[in-house]
């Protein structure tokens, strides 16, 4: 069946360090992927989103790498801040049924000053 | 603007009582969620509507029932609670035009003994 995956459940890295988390997704008909962050005790809040038809897409600090070909995505946060702290994740949705986001089961980051 | 709001924040049933989630959202988002997260999870998608009279089951809905009262009101009912409904339970909301992007109220924390 279809899915979204972590490959690492914990990250720590240093503050001002870069931060890559990375998401793998089984479904090579999924149109858009997502990233939401979540601080501890909130609701998810909407990172970046990227398309199908993207390969790269950058926000403010981060950037997200789309890798059809291993169906891999991975969200890149610069000069990572104890403000990063928190639990990230990857979903993905079509246009065939898009009101239906899938999530992945999140990256846990932890940002050591 | 309140975005998403979310009663009650915590809740305890015993087995077999019903209850009520309420969500609301003040936006004029068309489309409306409720997920489920547990511990260690990804949030699960348990029901969703594209519109205002308009429902559709998730990826978990046996258990649950929804209700799309107007636009701003969408709501979760367990109509016999199981301890495998303690869960942490988001609403959400988006506007199609912002295509991807979904906004989450604060969370419903439930426990069912």
């Known amino acids: 069946g279809e899915s979204v995956g972590l490959h690492l459940p914990t990250l720590s890295v240093q503050e001002g360090d870069n931060s890559i988390i990375n998401c793998a997704y089984s479904?090579?008909?999924?149109?858009?992927f997502i990233w939401y962050k979540q601080e501890s005790g909130k609701g998810p809040q909407f990172i970046i989103d990227?398309?199908?038809?993207?390969d790269k897409r950058q926000g403010q600090r981060v950037t997200v790498l789309l890798n059809k070909t291993v169906k891999h995505l991975s969200l890149q946060i610069a000069a990572t801040q104890p403000g990063d702290s928190a639990v990230y994740f990857c979903?993905?949705?079509?246009?065939?049924?898009?009101?239906?986001?899938?999530f992945g089961p999140g990256t846990s980051l932890s940002v050591i000053p | 603007n309140a975005g998403v709001t979310q009663t009650p924040k915590f809740q305890v049933l015993k087995t077999g009582q019903s209850m009520t989630l309420q969500c609301a959202q003040d936006?004029?988002?068309?489309?409306m969620y409720w997920y489920r997260q547990d511990p260690g999870m990804g949030l699960r998608l348990i029901y969703y509507?594209?519109?205002?009279?308009?429902?559709d089951k998730g990826e978990v809905p046996n258990g649950y029932n929804v209700s799309r009262l107007n636009k701003r009101e969408f709501s979760l009912r367990l109509e016999s609670a199981a301890p495998s409904q303690t869960s942490v339970y988001f609403c959400?909301?988006?506007?199609?035009?912002?295509?991807?992007?979904?906004?989450f109220g604060p969370g419903t924390r439930l426990t069912v003994l």
């Open positions: 936006m004029n988002h068309n489309s």
């Open positions: 979903a993905e949705g079509r246009k065939t049924s898009y009101d239906k986001v899938i």
């Open positions: 509507s594209a519109s205002e009279g308009t429902t």
């Open positions: 990227i398309r199908s038809n993207m």
């Open positions: 959400a909301s988006r506007d199609r035009a912002a295509y991807n992007e979904q906004f």
């Open positions: 479904n090579s008909a999924s149109d858009y």
